[in-house]
């Protein structure tokens, strides 16, 4: 079993990123996935999770209304459309998943990450 992040990136404040988590070697469609980040010096942080259809989403205050989950389970692929960055959004972002197909919030799984970093 493998999960690649990619996607990450140097990007100026104000702007877009979109992240892309492939699966291999299990049914990722049984489990839902969540994003989450870690940035230097501070502790993990949940970012977004997505239920094993896609049918439901969730978000962290922190990304609310500016992040968008979503996930392709035909190319067993999990994508996070991320906008109006911030340089707070600087950080190592990791796709993971769950070990139910509802989001619990338990990272079962993850791949190496992919920097995003934010800075004029």
């Known amino acids: 079993a493998q999960i690649v992040e990619s996607g990450g990136g140097l990007v100026q404040p104000g702007g877009s990123l979109r992240l892309s988590c492939a699966a291999s070697?299990?049914?990722?469609?049984?489990?839902?996935v969540n994003w989450f980040r870690q940035a230097p010096g501070k502790e993990r942080e949940g970012v977004a999770c997505i239920n094993s259809n896609g049918e439901r989403t969730y978000y962290f205050d922190s990304v609310k209304g500016r992040f968008t989950i979503a996930r392709d389970n035909a190319k067993k692929m999990v994508y996070l459309q991320m906008n109006r960055l911030t340089p707070e959004d600087t950080a190592v972002y990791y796709c993971?998943?769950?070990?139910?197909?509802?989001?619990?919030?338990?990272?079962?799984?993850w791949g190496q990450g992919t920097q995003v970093t934010v800075s004029s």
């Open positions: 993971a998943t769950d070990p139910d197909s509802f989001c619990s919030y338990t990272y079962d799984a």
């Open positions: 070697g299990f049914e990722l469609d049984r489990y839902a």
